[in-house]
């Protein structure tokens, strides 16, 4: 999926802008989705590709939302993060390259993983999983 920068702008409000196409960080416990429990699937806000399924969603306690897997091995892309001095696993949506957050490896089983997502990154789908 391919915009450029003015089609971004004018389909986002301007935190999930900032943090898909800039990569930047929502503060912690302040998105709508770091303790919402409904049954559903999280989908990418930039282009409604399905990313998280509410099934593997657990609270870490780190103020944004957490699940330890994707919705599918497809969904999302892990890349290499040097930035502000720290190395880390960026996680990007598959379809629109839109920056959604990072993967640490202190997850919950069975993965061990924590994809620890900003809720400005994201859509909710209410449905039965």
Same mark, same amino acid.
């Given at each position: 999926?391919?915009?450029?920068?003015?089609?971004?702008?004018?389909?986002?409000?301007?935190?999930?802008?900032?943090?898909?196409?800039?990569?930047?960080?929502?503060?912690?416990? &302040? !998105?709508?989705?770091?303790?919402?429990?409904?049954?559903?699937?999280?989908?990418?806000?930039?282009?409604?590709?399905?990313?998280?399924? &509410?099934?593997?969603?657990?609270?870490?306690?780190? !103020?944004?939302?957490?699940?330890?897997?994707?919705? &599918?091995?497809?969904?999302?892309?892990?890349?290499?993060?040097? &930035?502000?001095?720290?190395?880390?696993?960026?996680?990007?949506?598959?379809?629109?390259?839109?920056?959604?957050?990072?993967?640490?490896?202190? !997850?919950?089983?069975?993965? !061990?993983?924590?994809?620890?997502?900003?809720?400005?990154?994201?859509?909710?789908?209410?449905?039965?999983?």
């Amino acid at each position: 999926m391919k915009k450029n920068d003015q089609e971004w702008r004018e389909k986002l409000d301007e935190e999930s802008y900032q943090v898909t196409r800039h990569g930047c960080t929502e503060h912690p416990f &302040s !998105g709508k989705y770091y303790n919402h429990k409904e049954n559903g699937t999280y989908n990418c806000i930039c282009c409604d590709a399905p990313l998280f399924s &509410s099934t593997t969603k657990y609270d870490s306690g780190s !103020g944004w939302p957490s699940y330890y897997e994707p919705h &599918s091995n497809e969904a999302v892309t892990v890349h290499r993060d040097t &930035s502000h001095g720290m190395i880390r696993e960026e996680v990007k949506c598959t379809n629109c390259d839109a920056h959604l957050g990072h993967v640490f490896p202190d !997850g919950p089983k069975p993965t !061990g993983l924590r994809y620890c997502i900003n809720s400005a990154a994201l859509d909710f789908e209410n449905n039965k999983d």
